[in-house]
């Protein structure tokens, strides 16, 4: 794929990177039938190829949008579209790039930031999770429609491992 990079994204060496990235596209297709996002909403600016136009515009100068970015953040990242490419895409180096660029040209909107950085700093927490959760519980019948949807109306512990049955060992 042809891009015309902007001065701007000239001195970038990610960007760079990225031309070089959608050099490679040939434009197939092949990777939206394997895309969940796309499958799910049908819409071409939500599936790889879609996607990978979006961060080309970028790259080559045009408005940046909120709408840009949540296409982008609608990509699960599963890979699903590089296993079917015949053109080697590396897209989630491409998606990487786009997003981090991105977000270097769009503010988020403060609850969004906010709802992020507490994911951010919650979810990789165990303990922390889990405490919240149970607070989440307490509150539940409290809380609007919305968030009480997203909370289970009561936890079920994990089963415990089973026992090993035999030595484990690797083979190589």
Known sequence: MQTQLTEEMRQNARA???D???RACVHCGFCTATCPTYQLLGDELDGPRGRIYLIKQVLE???VTLKTQEHLDRCLTC????TTCPSG???HNLLDIGRDIVEQKV???LPERILRE???QVVPRP???RALTQVGLVLRPFLPEQVRAKLPAETVKAKPRPPLRHKRRVLM
């Not at 890979?79 to 590089?82: M, Y």
């Open 107 to 109: 503010k988020r909107p």
């Open 79 to 82: 890979r699903n579209c590089e």
């Open 89 to 91: 895409v590396r897209y």
């Open 61 to 63: 100068g045009n408005e």
């Open 20 to 22: 070089s990235i959608l």
């Open 16 to 18: 760079l990177e990225a």
């Open 118 to 120: 507490g994911l951010r």
């Open 127 to 129: 303990a922390v999770f």
